[in-house]
């Protein structure tokens, strides 16, 4: 009787990977933040975060540098590192970003005939979402999946570049109005136009989806274009 050939490292699946303790720690504080349970504002005090992750202030300091650089996070000389505080200019320099750039990468991504299965799947996601956080990180997802095969890889990068500010300027709105039910009928009806190959229409749809945003969540500072 032969026995079973030992398998060969090419045969065994690798381990699964073991999150490192920053981004561990980074995408708790994120969670926190885009659910709302660290406020804009509050400071995030490195000694209090490592005693409350169980680790060192080292991974915290990382985690919080990363956050800065994508906008969640303010880092002072003076005052350390704070929740980014949301007011209607900071709101409305993100959204004008998206309300130039998005548009047009999905009226690209539509005329590519690319899929959009990952839109659809977030859709999803969103509707059975238990919290703030969950839901806001499966808004992100629709919006990226609506422009991340528009063709121009550096375009989709710079969209990338604001999505953690838009979500906390989501977050904040939220908090105050939820209105995101509206938000979900907003999302379905581009998708539909998107699926449909109305590129144009999509793209319209989505710039009055932004830009009606704002409107309701921060009234009084003008017109966005």
């Given at each position: 009787m032969t026995s079973a050939p030992t398998p060969t490292p090419a045969s065994v699946p690798p381990p699964a990977p073991i999150p490192s303790r920053t981004q561990f720690v980074l995408d708790s504080i994120k969670h926190r933040i885009l659910g709302g349970e660290l406020s804009p504002g509050q400071?995030?005090?490195?000694?209090?975060l490592a005693r409350a992750y169980g680790v060192s202030k080292?991974?915290?300091?990382e985690a919080l540098k990363t956050l800065a650089g994508t906008g969640l996070v303010e880092m002072s000389q003076y005052k350390g590192a704070t929740?980014?505080?949301?007011?209607?200019?900071?709101?409305?320099?993100?959204?004008?970003?998206?309300?130039?750039?998005e548009p047009e990468a999905l009226r690209r991504t539509v005329l590519r005939g690319a899929p959009l299965d990952a839109a659809r799947e977030a859709l999803v996601r969103a509707?059975?979402?238990?919290?703030?956080?969950?839901?806001?990180?499966?808004?992100?997802?629709f919006h990226r999946a609506?422009?991340?095969?528009?063709?121009?890889?550096?375009?989709?990068?710079?969209l990338d570049g604001v999505r953690d500010q838009a979500a906390l300027v989501s977050?904040?709105?939220?908090?105050?109005?939820?209105?995101?039910?509206?938000?979900?009928?907003?999302?379905?009806?581009?998708?539909?136009?998107a699926l449909a190959g109305d590129q144009d229409g999509a793209a319209?749809?989505?710039?009055?989806?932004?830009a009606s945003f704002v409107r309701r969540a921060f009234p009084g500072g003008g017109e966005l274009q």
């Amino acid at each position: 009787m032969t026995s079973a050939p030992t398998p060969t490292p090419a045969s065994v699946p690798p381990p699964a990977p073991i999150p490192s303790r920053t981004q561990f720690v980074l995408d708790s504080i994120k969670h926190r933040i885009l659910g709302g349970e660290l406020s804009p504002g509050q400071p995030l005090i490195e000694t209090e975060l490592a005693r409350a992750y169980g680790v060192s202030k080292t991974p915290v300091r990382e985690a919080l540098k990363t956050l800065a650089g994508t906008g969640l996070v303010e880092m002072s000389q003076y005052k350390g590192a704070t929740v980014r505080t949301v007011d209607a200019a900071m709101a409305r320099e993100v959204y004008d970003v998206r309300l130039l750039l998005e548009p047009e990468a999905l009226r690209r991504t539509v005329l590519r005939g690319a899929p959009l299965d990952a839109a659809r799947e977030a859709l999803v996601r969103a509707d059975a979402a238990e919290d703030a956080a969950e839901r806001s990180l499966a808004n992100r997802e629709f919006h990226r999946a609506l422009y991340i095969d528009c063709g121009n890889p550096l375009l989709g990068r710079l969209l990338d570049g604001v999505r953690d500010q838009a979500a906390l300027v989501s977050a904040v709105a939220w908090a105050a109005d939820p209105s995101w039910v509206r938000e979900a009928t907003e999302h379905e009806h581009i998708l539909r136009l998107a699926l449909a190959g109305d590129q144009d229409g999509a793209a319209r749809a989505l710039h009055e989806h932004i830009a009606s945003f704002v409107r309701r969540a921060f009234p009084g500072g003008g017109e966005l274009q």
